[in-house]
């Protein structure tokens, strides 16, 4: 299933100029084969940027125009059998491992008649097409105009464009259920993106003797419009023209939902006031104010006040610190801030509306079926995050040590979230509302120390640290009026947002033992011989949280002369991850009708009706993220080269955790839900030989 | 001269600002609710997608829905249908534990049945509201009443005491749990008060439709287990509004032999294509992947069997528990629906099933079922056949368990020996029991539905049987889904869960 991929990046750039034009041009090409079979994506980018200035220099241009070409053949992301769904990697740690590729003919995929939906992964992963095109074009232009003594004018527009294809095709030999019934299955899905932003912009700034001050206001306009479609095909004589030619297939076997197009769009304007003050530059006051409106939320709550004010006390600069020479620099910060988050909300969440829902039989005949598409919310608005902060940046001993402490804590309100709602009355059982509230504390070191500093050699330490808290504090409020108490609101397998409790908190059944048939016991916490295994149920116990308590790394770089080397290590820890693959592949039922791990022997589980924290695990990890070592040769002699680097990196190189899993650090996306592992695409550890030449 | 620059600018851009602060939300790909239902057209969409939540389909929605649904519900705690857990690994343990009487709170089938009726009960209201807003013909006002009282009915038969609503513009604390009681005087308030203005056409516009005949039938259901959700027995209304049904001119579809149909009879015709209007009363229409879907053969056969059959592989999912099946005598036509014992081709399905859970049903284990054999166009997600909801056999046995619970046996065998002799079958040797009706009800009606509630009427559903002992009072209804019971406080769980 898998092979040794290799990457090539080739990049050519060049500029150049007049006294009141430069522009500088490039092109990369990024060829990457995928570590898994029939994998791989190359990118082209093309990138133009130019600069001129007028009317004395008091006009200056700046146009931008990139352009990025994909082309990727993708590994299928999430396929299987009705009991399990991954992607293909998982699949066959899931299958049994008995299984020939090939049927005894050596040609034809092996599959199994007897079960249920049987998936071969080898067969997928050799005969589905999966290809993808995408196409971005982003323009911009800025445009500065020196008004007058020091009062500057901006302009800034640009233009993202998108357009993808995607087009898929399996074959009734990928041994996929829904391929063979219908003998192929094709189709084209075809997405338009359109970002637009528009800013204006007056600035001043000036000194007035110890005073300086910088002042800004600023209108901005956003718009995003997404548009598409997609089409489907089934029933195909051969496999020869795979997705390229839909009306092939058989068209007496079209269904609802094999045509479909969608457009909708959001707009954000915001108006922003900022003045910079900073007297003998020691203080410095920052105050903001921003009142932002999106077109996504509810139609009275729109618009969002947003301010922000904060003060730094450049420290080292004070008379009374002349005479030391402990520090070279000190400066204290601190901050209040009111900031919006419209993340999660996509547009027309706010609003009731009516869309088609396949066909129904209605006055002897077969009619569009509509159908209300949501659980409308008209109060949808900002949610809200009040953050205060306090900060000492520090150079201390001929700046050898360098360091920042910062603390801060934030609580957001009127949190976004798909809350559970009681059906009835709602016709869906989710909703898209603010409720709630979440506190977050944080305390985040960073130091950096030369512990060698001379002319030849540098051998820096450098490291960082974050400890983070948070606590769901509050998750009532109302919808549409109605007091909305909710708690114990889904977040991840057995994990949830619980009063009092950090986000993604594991609430789950403790894992006692097995009974007599060597199926799995759990814990009756409240002894009333019925395991209840509801979200709020009263067997469940506290388990830890999904999410790190606290992340680090270090970066120690040495450089000698021509010679450098960097080494980056970063890890996290305090969460747990419930393992689900080794769940699956822990049950002894499942020997000779799937995967089995040696550690399921030893347990003896036959099975289990519960999800408990037998496969929850602590997530922690330390992981050597990057090593690269480069030379440089400098020629001083030969007619067009300037230069000429040569550096090896290695990326990933090795991991450091207890957990059981394939990697710690779970891909949130995908089907594995928050703090959980349903299997992962792994992660690739890959070796880089590098060679940069400038010439002259 | 720079100063004005500074004024012209400052007025210039406050000029582009007051065009660009419009936020307003655009919908291009939907229509806004309000605006669509308001129409007389919305009206009537809205009645045709209350009928769009009968038909069934994936995630357990519809009335004979695909996988963990209302259908499997009531089917599988019954004693006609289960689906083992197979020792290949396939069908996980919660479909046992249907038949076994031992479903979770948390269990799918029960939330997706929840979930089911309450978003029909939210688009009846929303029809029933239209309707009468938009002044259209009383007819179809009552046929979106009837709807809804039909869910309602389903809703009390499965769960009891039930939340209850009938105007979607109310907020969840104004929602009482009714009392079983309280809901089925409602249903039975709606029904006797709009089903003569229903339409009295059969078949053409109206067939899957209420028409007056379904929602006779309807009421006569509601009377017929009227005992077991009230207390108090309705037999002598539950047999007025049967001898309504009958003023509809139905009887009993042929079982003539026919050669040119697989099942080798006309009586499978009932549960074809388009459902034969002679004694079909009530159907879904389907169009497999286009209009609901029927899985029940597919679902029931051994992959390669029915890759045999209909050139599709089948899911080895339900069989016929053996008790069941041993019970149809073999000059029954009704009989003809199993498949079982040596088919050719490697396939033999034996009729005992070792386990049901743990370790599992050997593939081949089980008698299966084609009753429903599969219509085109069909393929591995299931066939075209309609399903019968209501059929005049089923008033037919209704009419004789009435009169035999009224104490008059003798005016109940006629109607027992019609369906008989139907099948095949002689007449009853001597005037009908309430086991002959129970146990006929069962040959006739099978798989379609109606078993839970027979097998709690006729106080046979607590048995113990090949796979469990007797089990306890309260698992006569189901309980109230958890996830119902998180979301809403007020709700109160069903005894004994």
Redesign the interface.
């Known amino acids: 299933m898998t092979k040794s991929g290799a990457t090539q990046t080739h990049t050519l750039s060049f500029g150049g100029g007049t006294d009141t034009f430069s522009y500088r041009a490039s092109i990369s090409a990024i060829l990457q084969e995928g570590v898994v079979i029939n994998s791989n994506n190359n990118k082209y980018i093309g990138r133009i940027q130019a600069t001129q200035s007028a009317i004395d220099d008091k006009l200056k241009l700046t146009f931008n125009l990139n352009t990025g070409i994909t082309e990727s053949t993708n590994s299928i992301g999430s396929i299987g059998r009705a009991?399990f769904t991954s992607n293909l990697i998982t699949n066959a740690y899931v299958m049994r491992p008995t299984d020939p590729v090939y049927d005894t003919d050596g040609t034809t995929y092996y599959t199994?008649?007897?079960?249920?939906q049987y998936l071969n992964p080898y067969a997928a992963a050799q005969t589905v097409t999966n290809e993808g095109q995408n196409d971005n074009l982003f323009g911009s232009l800025k445009a500065d105009l020196d008004?007058?003594d020091g009062?500057t004018?901006g302009w800034f527009g640009s233009w993202r464009k998108t357009n993808s294809t995607y087009g898929y095709y399996m074959p009734a030999e990928s041994t996929l259920?829904?391929a063979?019934?219908?003998k192929g299955q094709a189709n084209i899905s075809n997405n338009r993106q359109n970002e637009k932003l528009?800013n204006?912009s007056?600035s001043y700034k000036k000194v007035f003797g110890d005073h300086s001050i910088n002042a800004l206001g600023l209108?901005e306009?956003q718009n995003q419009t997404y548009q598409g479609n997609f089409a489907q095909a089934r029933g195909f004589i051969n496999d020869i023209a795979t997705y390229n030619a839909l009306q092939l297939g058989d068209l007496?076997?079209v269904?609802?939902g094999d045509m479909s197009?969608?457009?909708?769009?959001r707009?954000?304007?915001s108006?922003l006031g900022r003045v910079n003050y900073s007297y003998l530059s020691r203080y410095l006051i920052t105050a903001s104010f921003r009142r932002d409106?999106?077109?996504?939320f509810g139609?009275n709550n729109?618009w969002g006040d947003f301010p922000s004010a904060s003060v730094a006390w450049q420290i080292n600069k004070e008379s009374f610190m002349a005479d030391q020479k402990i520090f070279n620099d000190l400066k204290l910060r601190v901050g209040y801030g009111v900031t919006g988050n419209q993340q999660g909300l996509y547009?027309?969440n706010?609003?009731?509306?009516?869309?088609g829902?396949?066909?129904?039989?209605?006055?002897?005949s077969?009619?569009t079926?509509?159908?209300?598409?949501q659980n409308?919310n008209a109060d949808l608005s900002w949610e809200t995050k009040k953050q205060t902060n306090i900060g000492i940046d520090f150079a201390l001993l001929d700046s050898r040590l360098r360091g920042t402490f910062d603390v801060y804590t934030a609580t957001t309100d009127n949190l976004l979230f798909d809350y559970?709602?009681?059906?009835?009355?709602?016709?869906?059982?989710t909703i898209k509302a603010n409720v709630g509230s979440i506190l977050n504390k944080g305390l985040e070191i960073s130091l950096g120390y030369d512990l060698i500093k001379n002319e030849n050699t540098i051998l820096t330490l450098a490291g960082n640290v974050s400890f983070l808290k948070n606590e769901v504090l509050n998750l009532s409020g109302s919808i549409?009026?109605?007091?909305l108490?909710?708690n114990?609101v889904p977040w991840g397998p057995s994990s949830y947002l619980i009063e009092g409790q950090p986000i993604g908190t594991f609430n789950i059944l403790h894992h006692t033992g097995k009974d007599n048939?060597n199926?799995e016991t759990v814990l009756d916490v409240d002894g009333n011989g019925?395991i209840?295994?509801?979200?709020?149920?009263p067997d469940r116990l506290i388990n830890g949280s999904a999410l790190p308590t606290y992340t680090y790394a270090f970066n120690p770089t040495f450089a000698h002369k021509n010679l450098d080397i960097s080494m980056l290590f970063r890890g996290s820890g305090g969460n747990k991850i419930y393992n689900n693959l080794r769940s699956s592949l822990s049950y002894l039922?499942?020997i000779?009708?799937?995967n089995v791990l040696d550690s399921a022997i030893p347990l003896g589980l036959?099975?289990s009706?519960y999800g408990s924290d037998l496969w929850l695990e602590d997530g922690s990890f330390l992981r050597l993220e990057n090593v690269t070592a480069g030379y440089n040769f400098h020629f001083k002699t030969v007619k067009y080269i300037e230069s000429l680097r040569l550096s090896l990196t290695g990326n990933n190189l090795f991991v450091i955790t207890n957990y059981s899993g394939i990697d710690p650090e779970l891909n949130m996306s995908g089907s594995n839900g928050f703090g959980g592992d349903n299997g992962i695409y792994p992660r690739t550890r890959s070796f880089a030989l590098g060679l940069n030449v400038k010439f002259k | 001269m720079?100063i004005k620059?500074?004024v012209l600018?400052?007025i210039l851009?406050f000029l582009?600002?007051v065009g660009?602060?419009?936020?307003?939300?655009?919908?291009?790909?939907?229509?806004?609710?309000?605006d669509?239902?308001g129409t007389a057209q919305g009206a009537d969409?809205?009645?045709?997608?209350v009928?769009?939540q009968v038909?069934g389909?994936w995630d357990g929605v519809g009335y004979a829905g695909a996988d963990r649904g209302w259908y499997d519900l009531n089917c599988f705690s019954s004693d006609e249908q289960v689906i083992p857990h197979?020792?290949?690994?396939?069908?996980?343990?919660d479909f046992a534990r249907m038949y076994k009487h031992d479903w979770?709170?948390?269990d799918s089938f029960i939330n997706n049945t929840?979930?089911w009726l309450?978003?029909s009960?939210?688009?009846a209201n929303?029809a029933v509201n239209q309707l009468e807003a938009s002044k259209a013909e009383p007819s179809k006002i009552a046929e979106a009443k009837v709807l809804r009282a039909f869910f309602y009915y389903l809703l009390i038969d499965d769960f009891g005491d039930v939340?209850f609503?009938t105007d979607?513009n109310?907020?969840?604390?104004q929602?009482p749990q009714a009392s079983r009681k309280v809901v089925y005087d409602f249903i039975v308030k709606e029904l006797t008060e709009n089903v003569e203005t229903l339409s009295a056409t059969k078949g053409?516009?109206?067939?899957?439709?209420f028409n007056k005949w379904a929602g006779y039938s309807l009421l006569a259901k509601v009377y017929l287990n009227a005992e077991v959700y009230t207390g108090t027995p309705e037999w002598e209304k539950c047999l007025a509004a049967c001898n309504k049904v009958s003023e509809g001119g139905f009887s009993l579809h042929s079982a003539a032999a026919n050669a040119s149909s697989p099942m080798g009879n006309k009586y499978y015709e009932l549960f074809g294509d388009v459902l034969p209007d002679d004694e079909t009363i009530l159907a879904i229409?389907v169009?497999a992947?286009?209009?609901?879907r029927n899985i029940f053969t597919v679902r029931s056969l051994?992959?390669?069997d029915a890759?045999t059959l209909f050139g599709?592989?089948g899911?080895?999912?339900t069989i016929v528990p053996k008790d069941f099946f041993l019970k149809f005598d073999d000059k029954d036509i009704r009989k003809k629906q199993f498949r079982y014992g040596d088919q050719g081709g490697g396939i033999n399905y034996s009729i005992d099933v070792a386990s049901l859970d743990?370790?599992?049903a050997a593939?081949q284990a089980g008698v299966r079922n084609t009753k429903f054999y599969p219509v085109t166009?069909s393929?591995?997600?299931g066939a075209s056949n309609d399903f019968p909801i209501y059929r005049y056999a089923d008033i037919l046995l209704m009419k004789a368990e009435c009169n035999v619970r009224l104490g008059n046996p003798a005016l109940a065998k006629p109607f027992v020996d019609q369906v008989r002799q139907r099948a095949g079958l002689g007449v009853l040797a001597a005037n009908p029991t309430l086991d002959n009706i129970y146990n006929e009800r069962g040959f006739e009606l099978n798989w379609e539905g109606h078993r839970r509630q027979d097998m709690i009427r006729f106080n046979k559903f607590l048995l113990a049987n090949e796979f469990r002992g007797a089990s306890a009072d309260y698992r006569k209804l189901f309980p109230i889904p958890?996830?119902?019971?998180?979301?809403?406080?007020g709700l109160k769980q069903n005894p004994g869960?």
């Not at chain 1, 209840?532 to 149920?537: H, K």
């Not at chain 2, 109310?170 to 604390?173: H, K, N, S």
């Open positions: 009991a199994d008649p007897n079960v249920f008004v007058y009062l004018l259920a829904a063979i019934d219908q528009m204006i007056l209108y306009w007496s076997k269904q609802p197009s969608y457009k909708n769009d707009t954000l304007v108006f409106g999106a077109s996504v139609s729109k547009p027309q706010s609003i009731s509306l009516v869309g829902s396949g066909v129904t039989y209605f006055g002897g077969q009619i079926n509509f159908n209300v598409t409308a559970t709602v009681p059906q009835p009355p709602y016709p869906f059982n549409n009026g109605v007091p108490n909710t114990y048939a199926s019925i209840d295994q509801g979200n709020t149920s039922e499942n000779g009708k799937a036959y099975t009706k | 720079k620059n500074i600018t400052g851009s582009l600002l660009c602060t419009n936020i307003d939300e655009h919908v291009y790909d939907k229509y806004p609710a309000n669509f239902y969409v809205a009645l045709a997608s009928y769009a038909g389909n197979r020792t290949t690994g396939d069908w996980e343990l979770l709170p948390t929840w979930r309450y978003k009960i939210f688009n929303l939340p609503y979607n109310i907020t969840v604390d929602i053409g516009n109206y067939y899957g439709r229409f169009t992947n286009v209009v609901s051994n992959g390669p890759q599709y592989s899911w080895n999912g743990n370790p599992g593939p166009p393929d591995g997600g958890t996830a119902a019971l998180d979301a809403n406080k869960y």
